[in-house]
């Protein structure tokens, strides 16, 4: 099982682009969610999706939106990246027990 | 206020020492506390869940005192493997993270 998958790895865009981040577990897991990680603060929750269908906002969901294609793929878009968007990006997904999370490898995006 | 606090370090201690993490929530409502490993430019991992009645895995102990709203952790024995950044996360339906605690042990 490869576990959260999340693509591409690293991603340089320049203001006003946009883009999609994918993301796909194969854990059989209802519960998926985007994070952001910034310096010196924790994972912030962008959207999460309880289930196939379903999608909602976390803390900081400005600038972002989601689509959950199937009960295994999640991915989250930038409609007009803003350098303010330069972060960590994980994908989450978690099964019954919806406190433990597992994570995809991260993406790198820098917005210039 | 940040929901969770963490002192964010970095601790260095030598190889077989014992080390201890806190961590402050605000809100005291929240139901569930874990605490999560994350190593450099990695994914976070679950280390372990914190129950009311305190709970050790190994030479992990974690402790829960709500009527003060924090969370604690304790490593026995640190390993050169133990360095890592740990984050310590609060559920109040929604999973809220502290910024992490660095710890790296020195041979």
């Known amino acids: 099982n490869a576990g959260v998958t999340q693509t591409p790895k690293f991603q340089v865009l320049k203001t006003g682009q946009s883009m999609t981040l994918q993301c796909a577990q194969d854990m059989n897991h209802n519960s998926m969610y985007w994070y952001r990680q910034d310096p010196g603060m924790g994972l912030r929750l962008i959207y999460y999706s309880a289930s196939e269908g379903t999608t909602d906002k976390g803390e900081v969901p400005n600038g972002y939106n989601v689509s959950r294609l199937n009960k295994r793929e999640f991915s989250l878009r930038l409609e007009s990246a803003a350098p303010s968007q330069t972060s960590v990006y994980f994908c989450?997904?978690?099964?019954?027990?919806?406190?433990?999370?597992?994570f995809g490898p991260g993406t790198r995006l820098t917005v210039t | 206020r940040k929901e969770v606090e963490q002192d964010p370090g970095p601790f260095n201690v030598p190889e077989g020492a014992t080390v201890a993490f806190n961590c402050t929530y605000s809100n005291s409502a929240s139901q569930s506390f874990f605490w999560y490993r994350q190593d450099c430019r990695k994914e976070p991992k679950l280390l372990m869940s914190v129950y009311s009645s305190g709970n050790e895995d190994g030479r992990f102990t974690a402790q829960l005192n709500r009527a003060s709203q924090y969370i604690s952790l304790l490593i026995r024995d640190s390993k050169l493997s133990d360095s890592a950044t740990y984050l310590c996360v609060v559920n109040n339906n929604d999973m809220r993270f502290g910024a992490g605690t660095r710890l790296t042990v020195k041979p």
């Open positions: 989450a997904s978690s099964g019954l027990r919806r406190q433990e999370q597992y």
